[in-house]
């Protein structure tokens, strides 16, 4: 491992032991410095802030490994990723409850959006790029949403049953779109 690798590690580590005991929103560079016995510039060598440090933990523990199995169907690692959030519950839930620019949520959307775009693709491959665009942003919206709300609540539903739960939703949604009139034809109907 490499001395800059080791050093992300270090403040990541760092990170998430603070956040045991304080909201990610009261957790300053100074404080994550502090913590792990570094500068504030040997930070920000590494690191933006501490929203581009969620970000690396997320891509490093997840993305990273996700992408070694490209092989595996997009629904399928929509599943993986609700075990790795569920497994790391309790740091996700710090960071998924910070909101406004630069938050973990814009960028958990956008790679959630690059995970389900392809699939979306795939069934609705007769559609223009509006309603295309319409259907990934809708999906998106749909999987983070539940997904940070399912971290966010104080009672535990295990990943297993709320993948079930999300699986089942998913494709009786799917089937019940797919039979509907497609992008124009519906407008055209309706007017």
Not at 52 to 60: E, G
Request: hydrophobic share 40%; net charge neutral; charged share 25%.
């Amino acid at each position: 491992m490499s001395n800059a690798a080791f050093t992300k590690l270090m403040i990541a580590q760092g990170l998430k032991r603070l956040l045991k005991t304080t909201s990610f929103v009261n957790v300053s560079v100074g404080d994550i410095a502090r913590e792990c016995k570094i500068s504030r510039n040997t930070f920000y060598y590494h690191f933006k802030d501490k929203y581009d440090l969620v970000n690396w933990i997320f891509c490093s523990e997840f993305i990273d490994r996700a992408r070694a199995h490209r092989e595996a169907k997009e629904w399928y690692l929509m599943q993986t990723l609700c075990e790795y959030l569920d497994a790391n519950r309790a740091f996700y839930r710090r960071v998924f409850a910070a909101e406004g620019q630069n938050c973990f949520t814009e960028y958990f959307s956008e790679f959630v959006a690059s995970v389900i775009s392809e699939e979306v693709k795939k069934m609705f491959a007769d559609q223009n790029e509006e309603d295309m665009a319409f259907y990934i942003g809708f999906y998106t919206d749909a999987f983070v949403m539940s997904i940070r709300k399912w971290i966010l609540k104080q009672e535990d539903i295990s990943s297993r049953r709320f993948i079930l739960l999300r699986t089942g939703l998913i494709h009786t949604s799917l089937a019940v779109l797919q039979r509907l009139p497609r992008g124009n034809e519906q407008q055209e109907e309706n007017v």
